[in-house]
Nanobody, 121 residues
């Protein structure tokens, strides 16, 4: 089956930077669009950024110019470079991936366990 493992979260001061990683694994699976979402208590999970297997990217307006999403297809790993962090970026960040498991299994949506990012002085 598919596993998504996030790392890189933590506590950072406003204006600081963090880099999140998401390592995807799953024998026989191909990872298509991958993305980062975030969620705070009492709010819906929201898209932060997404990237296709071909490298096309999409960002939430709130992070444009500050965050950069990238991926290494050879390693099945996705990254989120977060710069100029603000307190309102504080959230649990989740990795998401559409994974194709062949013509019989098809495409399914998978989530990581989440990593906490806290921006505070």
């Amino acid at each position: 089956q598919v596993q998504l493992v996030e790392s890189g979260g933590g506590l950072v001061q406003p204006g600081g930077s963090l880099r999140l990683s998401c390592a995807a694994s799953g024998r026989g699976f191909t990872f298509n669009t991958m993305g980062w979402y975030r969620q705070t208590p009492g709010k819906q999970r929201e898209l932060v950024a997404a990237i296709t297997s071909g490298g096309n990217t999409n960002y939430a307006d709130s992070v444009k110019g500050r965050f950069t999403i990238s991926r290494d297809n050879a390693k099945n790993t996705m990254y989120l470079q977060m710069n100029s962090l603000k307190p309102e970026d504080t959230a649990v960040y989740y990795c998401n991936a559409d994974a194709w498991g062949g013509p019989l299994f098809g495409t399914h949506d998978y989530w990581g366990q989440g990593t906490q990012v806290t921006v505070s002085s």
